[in-house]
């Protein structure tokens, strides 16, 4: 776990900065205004942990997600990204998470 900034840190330009880069593959764009009215939707004395709680959460970005998939699908006996080699029918079945928006992932399964 990453550590977070000491109790009662000033939230500064450096310390913004971070964030920003942190989450800069978040799939909205993470700005300076973004993170202060994250921050701003907490009462005075809840801040200081809200922004430790931004300290510490590690992203996984689209990238990191996609390299876990190629390394768990490369693991996977008899499978290749080249059909002509793969052994076996592979199916894909799709998982659908329904909240503000329609996001779907796919995950493969052998199938024979």
Known sequence: MRTPQPVG???DAA???GWVNDYSEYRVPVTEGRIDRWLDQFEAQDRDLAARVLDVVDFIGNGQIA??????LSSMS???????????????CVLVEWRRERRSNALP???S
Do not use: C, L
């Open 78 to 92: 008899g499978w290749s990204r080249d059909d002509s080699v793969r052994e076996g029918r592979w199916f894909f």
């Open 109 to 111: 399964f052998p199938h």
């Open 9 to 11: 840190a000033r939230v």
């Open 67 to 72: 390299a876990a998939f190629r390394e768990a």
């Open 15 to 17: 310390r913004m900065r």
